[in-house]
């Protein structure tokens, strides 16, 4: 691996045509902890229900499947992060890796995830604070966080960082209350006692249960890939993003198994939480109270608050930003969402837009009903069909064009990743895939509209220099 001049960092961005603009400052514990913020370590307080409904009560399993799904992806963001390290995640990979109108395309489902998650996590905490507080209304809660998340995205990703840290551990306290308290009231006899049942009902299993709930849960893993949009923020070797992706995701995926086996223990009518669902998003507070009372339930119910409206939305809006940054400036989306502050170093139109399209998304999905589900589902959806093209990004740049003869890594583990997330997507929600397809058609549209003006980005062209490892070099992720 080169280094940038004079900076013993990792490779620049310089050799693709691009110079550079954002500030290089982030370590490889830098980008892990931004991983686990925006993956949220206490995500599933806040869709517990919904996805102990989904798979029949085997919460566990569900994400335990989860956490192998996204591994295989993990591994496919590792190996193109390392042959194109620069902001933009599958949008960049897939336009060089396979073909330029391709990467559009990815670039496309991609928004659907990054656009919309900040409305969703906005909304999920208004509604989470205005149950604590009634007083003050959802739409009022929604436009704070809004203003304050860009407030410090808007001072640079220094600032960013810092604020990641303190929330992270915060979440990591609330969490580690639960469970002691948790593990202790099911000693105690509370709730249904210890069993193996979240991780495995052979009255309920079946595989397409089981899947269908993963697409719900896949939402609690939405983040990791976060990390590729800030390679051009990494002063470390391109492996630090593959690693941190990896390292992530391994972390959170333990955690939401632990927290969901604890808390499914103390659901005291499982069998209603089935039938009925959880349409008022509190199952797991409810399992909180069954533990030790409306404290625990209040306490995790302002954590999710606080996790998902400040922390969690603070890194998808910065990510959300990088993407629109890395578009622009291939000239895919309008200019000025290229511009970057020339103090903070941040892409600060791309940070502003995103902002507004929070707010205006965000309290339109107040006045409805299924705002959360409706804006679940299309992230969830948009992003494993953007896992999907990755995956096919892999195979075509290492096996197909480089002759890779790595047949794990560049062949084998991309198919099992790309099968697995085709089979989670057949399972999605139906409403999901038609207002997907409605989205891919847009896009297409788009698309035709780029190449028939001759704005196509020569991406794919760009290719690795001769510094590539050889075929048969061991591989180091």
């Known amino acids: 691996m080169t280094d940038l001049p004079g900076t013993g960092r990792g490779e ?89 109108p391709v990467g559009f395309l990815a670039g496309w489902m991609l928004l659907l995830d990054y656009v919309l998650i900040p409305s969703l996590l906005y909304l ?88 269908g709930a993963v697409s719900i849960a896949a939402l609690s893993f939405l983040g990791f890939d976060g990390i590729s949009m800030l390679a051009e923020e990494n002063k470390e070797s391109a492996r630090a993003i593959g690693r941190a ?57 302002l954590a999710t608050a606080l996790a998902w409206g400040f922390a969690n939305s603070l890194v998808a809006q910065a990510a959300t930003s990088r993407l629109l940054y890395a578009m622009a400036r291939d000239r895919q989306l309008p200019s000025f969402l290229a511009r970057v502050h020339p103090r903070n170093r941040v892409p600060v139109n791309a940070t502003l837009l995103t902002a507004a399209v929070s707010i205006g998304l965000g309290l339109y999905m107040t006045s409805r009903d299924d705002g959360i589900t409706l804006l679940s589902t299309l992230v969830n959806f948009g992003a494993l069909t953007g896992f999907l093209v990755l995956h096919v990004a892999v195979v075509t740049h290492y096996f197909i064009r480089n002759r890779s003869r790595r047949y794990w890594h560049h062949l084998i583990a991309p198919v099992i990743g790309f099968g697995i997330l085709a089979y989670v997507v057949v399972n999605a929600d139906v409403a999901a895939q038609r207002l997907g397809f409605v989205w891919l058609a847009v896009g297409t549209v788009l698309l035709c509209g780029l190449l028939l003006t001759g704005r196509r980005p020569d991406l794919s062209a760009i290719e690795r220099p001769d510094d590539e490892p050889t075929r048969t070099e061991p591989e180091h992720t």
């Open 245 to 301: 992706m990896v390292a992530a995701l391994i972390l959170a995926g333990t955690l939401f198994i632990v927290q969901t086996w604890v808390a499914s223990l103390l659901v005291t009518d499982p069998a209603g939480l089935i039938k009925d669902g959880d349409p008022d998003g509190t199952a797991f507070y409810d399992a909180s109270r069954t533990a030790a009372g409306d404290w625990l339930a209040t306490l995790t119910a």
């Open 12 to 100: 620049g961005i310089e050799k693709y045509g691009y110079e550079q603009q954002l500030h290089r400052s982030l370590s490889f514990r830098d980008l892990l902890v931004y991983g686990l913020v925006f993956m949220v370590p206490i995500a599933p307080f806040g869709i517990f229900g919904s996805v102990f409904q989904g798979s029949g009560g085997m919460v566990a399993l569900a994400y335990a499947v989860g956490m192998i799904a996204m591994m295989f992806t993990a591994w496919s963001y590792a190996e193109m992060s390392r042959a194109f390290p620069m902001a933009g995640s599958v949008y960049s990979y897939a336009g060089r890796g396979i073909a330029a």
């Open 124 to 211: 999920i905490s208004g509604i989470a604070m205005n149950s604590l507080v009634p007083s003050i209304p959802v739409w009022i809660w929604l436009i704070g966080f809004v203003l304050l998340n860009t407030s410090v995205n808007y001072l640079g990703i220094e600032m960013t960082a810092r604020v990641n840290k303190v929330m992270l551990l915060g979440e990591l306290v609330v969490l580690a209350i639960f469970l002691v308290i948790g593990i202790v009231a099911l000693g105690q006899g509370k709730g249904r006692g210890f069993s193996f049942e979240p991780l495995y009902d052979s009255g309920t299993f079946s595989w397409s249960l089981i899947f």
